[in-house]
């Protein structure tokens, strides 16, 4: 084989030299390239993941306030039967210990001034409306 020689800034070198040199940066400059277009697929995988995500995203969304909306009204019917369970619950005890309620003392105390106002006035009470007269009740 013919040896050609070039002269370069540092001297003779070999064609052969040269080649080797060259076919160097080819493959250095082809791997650079081949990492770039990598990051660019991997650029592009991540978009496409992103609008993937950003689906499952919206999806979720969706379920996530059709699911609050469902157990919002389960739980305001839990919490209308629970509170009407406790009033029944708490009647059943007043009952039972003979308590008045608050309604028969509202209805008690607006009954005793009533009085109060007849006895200051100078007139005589009147039988209560829930009470018949004596005479009354017989047919």
């Known amino acids: 084989m013919v040896e050609l020689r070039k002269a370069n800034k540092l001297g003779n070198v070999s064609i052969s030299e040269l080649l ?3 076919a160097k940066k080819g493959k250095a400059g082809r791997k650079e390239v081949e990492a770039l277009l990598e990051k660019v697929a991997g650029d592009a ?8 995500l950003r689906v499952k995203l919206e999806l979720l969304q969706k379920t996530g306030r059709e699911r609050t909306e469902l ?3 389960r739980a305001d ?6 509170l009407e369970r406790m009033l029944d619950i708490q009647g059943k005890a007043v009952s039972f210990l003979g308590v ?4 028969q003392v509202e209805e ?8 109060a ?8 009470a009147r039988p209560s409306k829930k009470s018949a ?6 047919a």
């Open 77 to 82: 019917s839990f919490r209308a039967e629970a």
């Open 108 to 115: 008690l105390q607006h009954e005793l001034e009533r009085l």
């Open 133 to 138: 007269p004596k005479g009354e009740g017989k």
């Open 71 to 73: 157990w919002r009204g």
């Open 45 to 52: 995988k991540i978009d496409q993941r992103l609008g993937e």
């Open 100 to 103: 008045a309620t608050r309604e």
């Open 20 to 22: 080797k040199d060259l």
């Open 117 to 124: 106002k007849r006895i200051e006035n100078g007139q005589k």
